[in-house]
C-alpha cells in the first residue's frame, strides 16, 4: 500500500510540475498577436483586427504610442481607423518612465480587450516598458485572453530578441543601411517576449529587408523569422500563424539543427538548406 502511495504521489508531482513548466513557456496564454508590417491599414484589416479581438459593446482599446515622437498625432490616426471599424471606446496612454507605477493607467491597460502598439521607434518604446509594470501588465493582458497588435516598430516589440534598426559598422552602431550578410551585423535587444520562438522584421518587401534578416537567421539559428510586409499582418493564436492583408509575409528558417553548417569566414555568412517561404492571405503555418 505504501509503495502505491509513493507511486501515485511521484506521479502526481510530475505532473504538476510538468504544467508549470508549461506555464514558464506561455503555452497557456488565452490571448492572441496581430502584428502588422507597417504602412496603411486598409478596412477590411482593421475588420479582422476587431475579429480577431472578438470586441463586446462593454470592451475597449488602450492605444499605447510611446514609439513615437508625436503621440498625439499616432493616436489620431489609429483612432480614425478603427472609429471607422468598430464602437468601443479607445484610450490613449502614454506611458513615462515616471509614470510607469500609475495604479489606474496598470489597471486600465491590464482589462483592456485589445492593445495597440503604434509605430514609431521600437527602442524608444522599451526603453520606457522593459520590466517595469507596464510590461507586466501588457504580458497579464495577453495571458488573459486579450489581443496585442501592433504596427511597424509596434511589431518590433513582440519578440523576445528584438530588431532595433541598427547595425554594427566597424565597432559602432549606426542607422541600418544592411547592404552586406555579415555575422553580429544587426543590434539586437531585448523586446516584450510575446513571441520567443522566433523574431519580427517590419516594412519588409517595400524595404528589402532580406540582408538584414538573413543575418539574424545565422545569430539565431533556432529561431524562425519572419519578414511582414506593409499592410499586411499575421495573427498569432498559441503556436499557429495565419496571414492576413494585401502583400506577404517571409518566413526564413533553418529545417532541424544547422548551426554547425554555419560559416562565417572574415565575418561574411555562408548558411546552405535555408527554407524561404513567401506566404499571403490565408497562409498559414506553425511556429518552432
Known amino acids: 500500500m505504501k509503495n502505491k502511495l509513493r507511486f501515485f504521489t511521484a506521479v502526481f508531482l510530475l505532473i504538476s510540475m510538468s504544467s508549470i513548466a508549461q506555464t514558464g513557456k506561455g503555452a497557456l496564454n488565452k490571448g492572441k498577436l496581430f502584428i502588422i508590417g507597417g504602412g496603411s491599414r486598409s478596412t477590411e484589416l482593421m475588420k479582422t483586427l476587431v475579429a480577431t ?17 508625436e503621440p498625439d498625432t499616432s493616436f489620431y490616426y489609429i ?19 515616471e509614470s510607469v507605477h ?21 527602442n524608444k518604446f522599451m526603453q520606457i516598458v522593459l520590466n517595469t509594470p507596464v510590461h507586466q501588465a501588457i504580458k497579464a493582458a495577453y495571458a488573459n485572453g486579450s489581443t496585442i497588435a501592433g504596427t ?6 513582440m519578440s523576445k530578441e528584438m530588431i532595433t534598426g541598427n547595425e554594427y559598422s566597424a565597432d559602432s552602431v549606426v542607422s541600418g543601411s544592411f547592404k ?21 522584421d517590419q516594412h519588409f518587401i517595400a524595404r528589402s529587408r532580406y540582408n538584414r534578416l538573413l543575418a539574424v537567421l545565422e545569430e539565431f539559428p533556432s529561431y524562425t523569422c519572419i519578414g511582414i510586409d506593409e499592410g499586411t499582418a499575421i495573427i498569432v493564436n498559441g503556436n499557429k500563424i495565419k496571414v492576413t492583408g494585401v502583400s506577404q509575409v517571409i518566413r526564413l528558417r533553418l529545417p532541424g539543427k544547422q548551426k554547425n553548417g554555419i560559416k562565417a569566414n572574415a565575418g561574411i555568412v555562408n548558411i546552405r538548406n535555408v527554407q524561404l517561404d513567401i506566404l499571403t492571405a490565408g497562409d498559414e503555418f506553425n511556429l518552432n
Open 180 to 200: 552586406k550578410i555579415a555575422h553580429h551585423m544587426v543590434e539586437i535587444k531585448e523586446g516584450l517576449g510575446l513571441i520567443n520562438t522566433a523574431i519580427i
Open 152 to 157: 511597424s516598430a509596434g511589431a518590433a516589440v
Open 79 to 97: 483612432q480614425k481607423d478603427f472609429i471607422k471599424v468598430c464602437s468601443n471606446k479607445i484610450a490613449q496612454l502614454n506611458f513615462t518612465r
Open 53 to 69: 479581438a472578438q470586441l463586446k459593446p462593454g470592451d475597449y482599446i488602450v492605444v499605447l504610442p510611446m514609439s513615437s515622437e
Open 102 to 122: 500609475a495604479k489606474n493607467w496598470l489597471d486600465s491597460l491590464q482589462k483592456a480587450k485589445l492593445v495597440f502598439i503604434t509605430g514609431g521607434d521600437q
